[in-house]
């Protein structure tokens, strides 16, 4: 069974690449984004609220909190194929993936890198926001925070490259190509 992350900036693909394993290769997807968003929905949860308007803003929320998550859910599907989807966003993250995947004697496969041009994560995420009805639209699809959420990642994320290239486990591949091509490339890697 594979564990793969995918890393990159934001819009650069990785859910749509998630959600692609998920459909054709039996893949279990982890998205702490999702994960995350799903309590911001429920208004009953604490947790939500609390994470509210750190996401608006593009900031991340507490390692704690979705470090919490996380680990519940290796535990759950530990045997089964996982892609893990915008976790980790730093290199604490990255350590605790790593200890508790050991802690259930398993260990990633590949981290894959999505390489694209930050003005095109500018147009996506504008087409996202433009095609999505207001009611649905996400509160973080906007011009000023997309660019908080690319410093964010510069800053925080991408020193996560460097930890999986000492690994070994690391692939760059191209995400400005079409979403077939991209797919193409990381099923690839995985086989
Ligand atoms: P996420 O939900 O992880 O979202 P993302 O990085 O913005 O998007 P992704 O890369 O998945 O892009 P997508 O496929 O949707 O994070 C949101 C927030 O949650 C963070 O800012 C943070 O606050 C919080 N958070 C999440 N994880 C956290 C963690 N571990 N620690 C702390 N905080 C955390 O693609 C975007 C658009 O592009 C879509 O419209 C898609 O259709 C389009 N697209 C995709 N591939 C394309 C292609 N090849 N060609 C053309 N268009 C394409």
């Keep these: 069974m594979k564990k793969i992350v995918l890393l990159g900036p934001p819009g650069c693909g990785k859910g749509t690449q998630s959600k692609l394993l998920v459909e054709k290769d039996n893949f279990v997807q982890l998205s702490t984004g999702d994960l995350l968003r799903s309590e ?35 535990e759950k599907h530990k045997k089964e194929n996982i892609v893990f989807d915008g976790f980790p966003r730093n290199l604490k993250q990255a350590k605790v993936l790593d200890s508790s995947l050991e802690n259930v004697s398993i260990k ?18 504008n087409t996202r926001a433009n095609e999505t009805k207001d009611s649905e639209k ?21 020193p996560i490259v460097g930890y999986y290239e000492e690994k070994g486990i690391i692939s760059k591949i191209n995400g400005m190509q079409m979403v077939n091509e991209v797919y193409a490339e990381i099923t690839k890697i995985i086989c």
């Design 40 to 74: 911001i929905s429920n208004s009953n949860s604490d947790l939500g609220k609390k994470v509210k308007d750190l996401m608006e803003s593009g900031e991340l929320v507490p390692d704690d909190i979705v470090i919490d998550i996380i680990v519940k859910k290796v």
């Design 108 to 125: 990633l496969d590949h981290a894959i890198f999505f390489e694209i041009d930050f003005q095109i994560l500018q147009e996506r995420i």
């Design 138 to 158: 996400r509160k973080d699809d906007n011009s000023k925070t997309l660019l908080n959420r690319i410093e964010v990642f510069k800053s925080s994320t991408l």
